[in-house]
């Protein structure tokens, strides 16, 4: 049977609302936010991946793509419908957006006597994030506290989180790497987002259940045609990410982690590891929370003009850990331990909070396809083993 899809304006919308919108008045919502001087972003197909970049209109959207993902695995593939969200996460995160891989810090200029520093201007674009999974508002969570949270800030991540509005999506689908159920940050988005939509797709019907997160998502969804959510129409949003959740393409247990991995700092297993890494570093670029830097100063040829730049670094690379000396982790062994180390135990000491949200992408991007959840699992299994003997003596 047909839905009705008749549309009126519900007035005022409240947080916490729940509201039908037809998906032929999907486009109303770029007319709304663009009007309001935002640049959107989301998700769009390039390169045979799913990647996140500037959108006009709904045409941008990877309608009718899935993807198939697996360790070191990627591939689009259409699924015979006109679905505008049914894939998971590509290599892409929001972080290039909110903590650039480039920036230029400052720069200083010399007239022969003295010199000035011109510091850059931090004016943040006001942007508006499509297509934001609950794993990667996690993400964006991690990282507020890593830049924000603290008695240091920076300043590059303020202004450009202060500028940001977030439309949410409840994951209709897990990927084959995906493990935020075990993480306890998905697929359902709870916080953090200014509307949250799912995407309800049959042969017979179009449409997209939304949730008002704020005063300014009810003030944009007030733009767009729209209807009450009935008790069916929310619990069929709600029945779609529980079959979601009950197909995630990984797990991990969690139980006891940091400790599991404080007390195996040298565990045959990390040596096993480090015969399969490249220390290529893709893993540490398409995490969402991974946020390490360096800084570069460059002068032109004249010495009359400096600049310091910041870059994206990764554990995994020799130079990162270089001191006067060398390189205190100067093994594959070493740099691989102190990545899933950090992720999953020194990053709860530090931030109070794992750092991994499960999103699955270390796994696919990882060329020889190596699985934090597998190298977790190893790890666990021999210490059960261990602490079995070890009770038993
Ligand atoms: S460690 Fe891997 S699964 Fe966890 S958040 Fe980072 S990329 Fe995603
Ligand atoms: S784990 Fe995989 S992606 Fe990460 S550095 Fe090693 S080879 Fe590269």
């Known amino acids: 049977m047909l839905k009705d899809k008749c549309t009126m304006t519900i007035n005022p919308l409240q947080v916490g609302d729940q509201v039908i919108l037809e998906h032929e008045h999907f486009q109303q919502l770029f007319t709304a936010l663009l009007s309001r001087g935002y640049e959107v972003v989301g998700p769009t197909v390039r390169d045979n991946a799913i990647v996140y970049d500037t959108l006009t209109s709904t045409a941008d959207l990877p309608i009718g793509y899935t993807d198939e993902q697996d360790g070191g695995t990627y591939r689009l593939k259409k699924r015979g419908d006109e679905a505008l ?5 590509g290599p892409h995160s929001w972080k290039q957006f909110l903590h650039p891989p480039v920036i ?3 720069q200083a200029r ?8 011109d510091a850059e201007n931090l004016e943040a674009p006001k942007r508006a994030f499509l297509g934001v999974r609950s794993c990667e508002l996690h ?11 603290t008695r240091y800030t920076d300043p590059v991540y303020q202004a450009r989180r202060g500028n940001v509005f977030i439309m949410a999506v409840n994951c209709g689908q897990a990927g084959g790497t995906c493990f935020c159920t075990s993480m306890q940050t998905g697929p359902k988005a709870t916080a953090g987002f200014d509307l949250a939509l799912t995407e309800v797709l049959d042969a017979n019907r179009h449409y997209f259940v939304f949730e008002i997160g704020s005063h300014l998502g009810a003030e944009i969804l007030q733009d767009v045609p729209h209807r009450a959510a009935s008790q069916d129409d929310i619990q069929l949003a709600e029945d779609i990410v529980a079959r979601t959740a009950e197909h995630m393409g990984r797990s991990m247990d969690t139980t006891d982690i940091k400790d599991l991995l404080y007390r195996n700092l040298e565990h045959p297993r990390w040596n096993d590891v480090a015969t399969r890494c490249l220390t290529c570093a893709n893993c540490t670029m398409v995490c969402p929370t991974c946020f390490c830097t360096t800084i570069e100063d460059v002068t032109d040829l004249t010495g009359k003009q400096a600049e310091r730049w910041r ?7 020799m130079d990162f850990s270089y001191i006067s000396g060398g390189s205190i982790r100067s093994s594959t062994k070493a740099r691989y331990r102190q990545w899933m180390t950090h992720k999953l135990a020194s990053w709860i000491d530090q931030f109070g909070t794992s750092g991994c949200v499960g999103c699955g992408r270390c796994i696919t991007w990882c060329p020889v396809g190596i699985d934090i959840t597998e190298e977790v699992r190893a790890i666990r299994q021999s210490d059960s083993i261990l602490t079995t003997m070890i009770k038993e003596q």
Do not use: E, M, P
């Open 85 to 89: 969200f049914g894939y998971a996460v």
């Open 110 to 117: 010399s007239d022969g006597n003295s010199f000035r520093i």
């Open 104 to 106: 230029r810090l400052w």
């Open 311 to 317: 870059k994206w670094d990764s554990c995994y690379t």
């Open 139 to 149: 993400a964006i969570a991690i990282q507020d506290k890593v830049f924000t949270g």
